[in-house]
């Protein structure tokens, strides 16, 4: 298995253009809340829906293991940023008031952050990292937060 840095620097190979960097910080955490929106919208039978009783919080933690394997550091940084996720969402789905109102408003912040991805990488002329390897999903979020790191002089 690479190593983190390994990974975040193959990633950062494809994201050098100043462009699709300013893309890639609107975009990708905008992924990644819809992507636990998605699973937050998942019903769980009859059961009422909490911020730690949902579907979205069962996700969140298979990712924290992948990013705790990688990095215990890094892995401190996405427990809070997890936690934003599934209380942005949470209030999204009080607001909305069900499983497929939840899920559409995801279905419209992953369509429109997709879509001005692909224009950030044709921006820069290469393609998006995980089309060669699924895990640069993950390690998407990961890069963005390495220069959160770097900048409060934290280690990862």
């Known amino acids: 298995m690479r190593s983190l840095q390994q990974l975040l620097d193959t990633y950062g190979e494809s994201h050098i253009n100043k ?7 609107i975009c990708v955490p905008a992924i990644f809340f819809s992507i636990v929106g998605f699973f937050y919208a998942i019903p769980i039978g009859n059961l ?3 911020i730690w009783f949902n579907v979205g919080s069962v996700a ?7 990013y705790f394997v990688l990095s215990k550091p890094m892995s401190m940084g996405f427990i809070l940023w997890g936690l934003i ?3 942005g969402n949470s209030q999204i789905y009080k607001i909305v008031g069900s499983n497929g109102k939840l899920a559409l408003v995801s279905l419209v912040i992953f369509a429109v952050a997709w879509v001005f991805q692909f ?3 044709k921006i820069e002329g290469k393609k998006p990292s995980f089309l060669e390897d ?6 998407g979020p990961a890069w963005l937060m390495s220069f959160i790191y770097k900048k409060l002089g934290i280690r990862y």
Do not use: E, P, R, S
């Open 48 to 50: 009422d829906k909490t």
């Open 134 to 139: 699924i895990q640069f999903l993950l390690i």
């Open 60 to 66: 969140m933690i298979l990712v924290l293991i992948y």
């Open 19 to 25: 462009t699709n960097k300013a893309i890639h910080w």
């Open 119 to 121: 224009i950030g990488h």
């Open 85 to 87: 996720c599934l209380w």
